[in-house]
């Protein structure tokens, strides 16, 4: 069974930085597709930064700049470093895993908060 499993969240103050770290289990197979969502009271939840097998990466414009989500080669880890962190950046941070078999298998974590408060 595929689990995955965030750390890193936290309260921070504005301009601060936070690295958030996904690591995930029970694959045999290297994820097609990793990154994260967020979702703040009062707005929908969004599509943070994503990153394929191959290394292309898609950002939400409102983090174009300051947030930077990487993998490592081999292991089905991702990972989100965020700088310049603004209050409007508050919310529920969620890691997703997909696998393409025939079909699309989406696996999510159980969140992480993160804070961006004075």
Known sequence: QVQLEESGGGVVQ??????LSCVT???RHRFNTMGWYRQA????????????????????????GRF????PPVANTVY???????????????????????????????GTQVTVSS
């Not at 504005?14 to 690295?19: D, F, T, W």
């Not at 009271?41 to 174009?64: C, F, H, M, Q």
């Open 41 to 64: 009271p009062g707005n929908e939840r969004e599509l943070v930064a994503s990153i394929t097998d191959i290394g292309t990466t898609n950002y939400a414009d409102s983090v174009k």
């Open 68 to 71: 930077t989500v990487s993998r």
């Open 80 to 110: 989100l470093q965020m700088n310049g962190l603004k209050p409007e950046d508050t919310g529920h941070y969620f890691c997703f895993a997909e696998l393409r078999l025939g079909g699309v298998r989406t696996t999510w974590g159980q």
């Open 25 to 27: 289990s029970g694959s």
């Open 14 to 19: 504005p301009g601060g930085s936070l690295r």
